[in-house]
């Protein structure tokens, strides 16, 4: 295509030149030669480049565009899906950290009424203890005063009994067979006689 446009330029230079001054055209040659079609940097090439560009621009433009189009609606739509699920998030979380804070009052509560139990339950124990002992000392008491009084009891009937069985060891020892005689006559004698 710049070919097409460097012949172009060259065609009208040379009827310019037929009809211009003397030197006009050897000064634009020599600056074209010098500036422009300096070895690498043919200007030639980045007119080529721009228009080739321009063109694919072009006709790539609308269905670039579309897709272009498409894919930042679907990002926008993306980012507000996730400011949402950030705002429902801070919303959760700020849910979370009340019942959190909400937690810790209760837990406060809880350990307070447990303790609040915990000496209601020693203090309850602790009379019924003393209550059970009482209780005990009473029945230990009253077992004590009648173990005392049986035992009195069978003191007195051991007591009686060994008195008894001295006093008849101590009378047999005593009494022969005359004395015997005489104290069976003595009562006979005082129940009334033999008839």
């Excluded at 006009?24 to 480049?49: I, M, R, S």
């Excluded at 433009?61 to 272009?68: G, I, R, V, W």
């Excluded at 001295?166 to 004395?179: C, M, N, Q, V, Y």
Aim: glycine share 6%; aromatic share 8%.
């Amino acid at each position: 295509m710049f070919a097409f446009f460097y012949n172009t330029v060259i065609l009208l230079s040379a009827a310019a030149e037929h009809g211009a001054k003397p030197g006009t055209w050897a000064k634009f040659t020599e600056f074209y030669d010098t500036y422009l079609n300096y070895p690498g940097f043919e200007l030639w090439k980045f007119v080529n480049l721009a228009i080739f560009v321009g063109l694919m621009v072009y006709l790539v433009k609308k269905p670039l565009s579309e897709a272009f189009k498409t894919k930042r609606d679907a990002i926008r739509a993306e980012l507000i899906k996730a400011e949402e699920e950030k705002q429902s998030a801070l919303k959760q979380l700020t849910s979370a950290e009340a019942k959190l804070a909400g937690l810790e009052n209760e837990k406060a509560a809880v350990l307070k009424k447990a303790r609040e139990e915990a000496e209601a339950e020693k203090r309850r124990l602790a009379e019924q203890a003393d209550l059970d002992v009482k209780k005990l000392q009473e029945q230990t008491g009253g077992e004590l005063s009648r173990l005392q009084k049986q035992t009195l009891s069978q003191l007195r009937r051991f007591s009686a009994e060994e008195s008894v069985r001295l006093a008849e060891e101590k009378l047999r020892a005593r009494i022969d067979t005359a004395k015997d005689a005489q104290l069976v006559k003595s009562g006979i004698a005082s129940i009334g006689g033999l008839n």
